[in-house]
């Protein structure tokens, strides 16, 4: 079963606008981690934000912004006032608590384009 | 540039010929990844070191596929009998930790390697 699933292959937003990018994701560990991850045109995967399962708040980052519902078992990332250099891949990740279990699971992705 | 480097960004060979791929992680970092990332889609784990430990192989997919990090910094992706299948982006990525959810991972820009 899918670790991590990001149902939006593509967006559009318009400059200055606020986009929301989707991630549901399963686990049966109570201690885990959520990443997202923005992968330009250029391949490297940059980090954005931080949410850990047992963080009471959400987490912000500048203009990033997570919107963790444990019990939906969704993180869904918000990028405020988005900019032309905001076009990219967006990837969401997950890490399980496992101490023998050290790796990302990505979701497939969500392109979003910023138009002028 | 303090950040991972992997070489060569770029990678053609032919069907059968073998191909390794470096990864230079950040000076210190324990921890050191390497995962696979098809065309538009999301990275997949193939393997994990802890210093010069390979503690998981679980995500290599044939025994054509090998790793190796002998002094615990430069890792090197070692391919044989190349197929078809196997092209892909080759990501890199080191982390200071060896455990705990919030465990960020820092990525290099990748090897592409196209298999003809």
């Known amino acids: 079963a899918q670790k991590i699933t990001q149902t939006q292959p593509g967006m559009f937003v318009q400059e200055k606008e606020a986009v929301t990018l989707d991630c549901t994701y399963d686990?049966?560990?109570?201690?885990?981690?959520l990443f997202w991850y923005k992968q330009p045109s250029s391949g490297e995967m940059i980090f954005l934000i931080y949410?850990?399962?047992?963080?009471?708040q959400n987490a912000t980052e500048g203009r990033y912004s997570l919107n963790f519902q444990k019990a939906r078992k969704s993180a869904n990332l918000v990028i405020s006032a988005s900019q032309l250099g905001d076009s990219a891949m967006y990837f969401c990740a997950m890490r399980e608590g496992d101490p023998n279990d050290y790796k990302l699971s990505f979701g497939a992705g969500t392109t979003v384009t910023v138009r002028a | 540039g303090a950040g991972v480097s992997q070489s060569p960004r770029y990678k053609v060979a032919k069907r059968g010929q073998d191909v390794a791929l470096r990864c230079d992680p950040i000076s210190g970092h324990v921890s050191l990844f390497w995962y696979q990332q098809a065309l538009g889609q999301g990275p997949e784990f193939l393997t994990y070191f802890q210093n010069e430990a390979q503690l998981d192989k679980s995500g290599l997919p044939s025994d054509r596929f090998f790793a190796e990090r002998p002094e615990g910094s430069v890792s090197t992706l070692k391919i044989q009998r190349t197929q078809q299948e196997d092209s892909a982006v080759y990501l890199c990525?080191?982390?200071?930790?060896?455990?705990?959810?919030?465990?960020?991972?820092?990525f290099g820009p990748g090897t592409r390697l196209t298999v003809l």
């Open positions: 686990t049966s560990d109570p201690s885990y981690g």
């Open positions: 949410q850990g399962s047992y963080d009471q």
């Open positions: 990525a080191s982390s200071p930790r060896t455990s705990g959810s919030y465990n960020e991972q820092f």
